[in-house]
């Protein structure tokens, strides 16, 4: 089991409301003839904080790129905060803006400082006065703990630093939801912690988080639910303690044999 989780973590904010911030409904995908999403039914409510986990190629990247739409589904259902992925633009342009992404190579523009990578959707997307948008991105900055590292460029940085930026880069859009894939998997051992510190903060505020991670660790701490993909299909959820300590599936329990 992951050691990088070494505090308490306070759940007193991570109630889970009523609410639905993400309904997919009987999704599949597929990628020419390749069917990589089979019915994917999946409620995600307002606060919730959901570890998705399984092995490589069970489309955990492909689900999570779907609920913003840099996938498109093929059949069924996805709607996010009321409203409804389909071609129509404006719809795309609303969900995109109320979800934030973070992938697992940081995806930051090189050839711009930390504040610039931080203000740039801001002002360009929201219309964002420039400097209300660069005291925002400070706060945030301040919030991932890199404020020194704002005016120089992400080669400058090391890698945990990047992503720390990916994060605090997201949150000046204020999403109301923060997609994670594997945001950890690329960073060296003492790097890690970093990135899920900041992580666990988001969740000790309420965030709505769907993580793609196997930082285990990371799941029993703070993750409400764990969902376990095989092959394009959801095949087991559960809240974490039961999910880790009576998985039901073989495939599951395989999973679990080889990664824990
Ligand atoms: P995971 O994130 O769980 O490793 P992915 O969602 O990345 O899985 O991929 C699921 C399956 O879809 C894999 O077999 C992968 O090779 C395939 N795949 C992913 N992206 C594409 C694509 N753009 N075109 C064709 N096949 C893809
Ligand atoms: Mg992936």
């Given amino acids: 089991m992951s050691e990088t989780i070494t505090r308490p973590i306070d759940r007193s ?12 409904r009987n999704m599949n995908k597929w990628y020419g003839t390749f069917h990589v999403l089979r019915d994917i039914d999946l409620t995600v409510h307002r606060g919730e904080r959901i570890v998705i986990a399984g092995p490589s190629g069970s489309g955990k990247s492909t689900l999570i790129r779907c609920i913003n739409r840099l996938e498109e589904h093929q059949a069924g259902h996805i709607v996010v905060d009321g409203i409804e992925l389909t071609n129509d633009i404006k719809n795309i342009d609303k969900v995109r803006s109320e979800v934030g992404m973070v992938f697992q ?25 420039r400097r209300q948008a660069e005291e925002t ?31 605090a880069r997201s949150l000046c859009m204020q999403p109301k939801i923060m997609l994670f894939d594997e945001p950890t998997s690329a960073l060296d051992p003492e790097m890690i912690k970093e990135v899920l510190d900041t992580m666990i903060e988001l969740a000790e505020e309420g965030m709505t988080m769907l993580c793609v991670t196997h930082e285990m ?16 299909q959801i095949v087991e959820q559960n809240e974490p303690r039961e999910f880790f300590n009576n998985p039901k599936s073989e495939r599951t329990k395989l999973f679990l044999s080889q990664i824990l």
């Fill in 137 to 167: 991105a400070m706060r945030f900055l301040e919030k991932v703990k890199i404020p020194e590292q704002a005016h120089k460029y992400p080669g400058q940085l090391s890698g945990g630093q990047q992503q720390r930026v990916a994060i």
């Fill in 217 to 232: 660790g990371f799941a029993q701490a703070v993750a409400n639910r764990v969902i376990f993909m095989d092959q394009g």
């Fill in 105 to 129: 190579h940081f995806n930051l523009f090189p050839h711009l400082t930390v504040l610039e990578n931080c203000t740039l959707a801001p002002i360009w997307v929201r219309k964002v006065p």
């Fill in 13 to 24: 904010h991570m109630l889970v409301s009523d609410e639905i911030a993400i309904d997919i």
